[in-house]
């Protein structure tokens, strides 16, 4: 009877220890991303680069920077370099200066409004055949050392999510 008792617990005991393990594998898997990663499909991309571009305010009411990001160092990079994606947020704040907080992507900037025009680009400049339809953009960190946090729905029905937080570059290379 002991025999029997042990065997089912010893039964019991490898079941739990094989679905957590699995349950582990799967969440690893699935699980959050790294700093300065995004998630695309069935893709992860580290991200290298990160570079700001102060742009001149239309007023003095609308603070205007483009942020770069991509997995090649755009500074260094041709147009033979090979790219996974390069990222061009260009955003429109109604105030004086750059300011933290969680932003809605638009198609466009509105003129009264804050938002986050998102681009998706090559090295040639070229835009790619996916737009950023919707989504959001968090930036934290004192200017010019900005973190963020994007949430991104594409025209194709994917989503794009993901970070930067490494320092920001000044930026040489323009489209």
Request: hydrophobic letters at 35%; aromatic letters at 10%; zero cysteines.
């Amino acid at each position: 009877m002991n025999r029997k008792l042990l065997k089912g617990q010893f039964f019991g005991l490898s079941l739990v220890i094989g679905l957590s393990s699995f349950a582990y594998l799967k969440s690893d898997k699935d699980g959050v991303l790294k700093a300065n990663e995004l998630s695309y499909s069935n893709t992860k991309i580290e991200l290298n680069f990160g570079g700001l571009e102060e742009l001149i305010s239309i007023d003095d009411d609308l603070f205007r920077t483009d942020i770069y990001l991509s997995d090649v160092n755009l500074n260094d990079a041709t147009i033979n370099s090979k790219e996974q994606i390069v990222m061009v947020l260009k955003n429109y704040m109604v105030s004086k200066g750059f300011e933290n907080g969680t932003y809605d992507v638009s198609s466009e900037f509105t003129p009264g409004d804050s938002n986050v025009v998102i681009e998706l680009m090559a090295l040639d400049g070229k835009l790619t055949d996916v737009e950023v339809v919707s989504g959001k953009v968090a930036y934290k960190g004192k200017y010019p050392r900005i973190e963020l946090e994007v949430d991104l729905k594409l025209s194709n029905g994917e989503n794009l999510s993901g970070s930067y937080s490494k320092e920001m570059e000044s930026f040489r290379y323009f489209f």
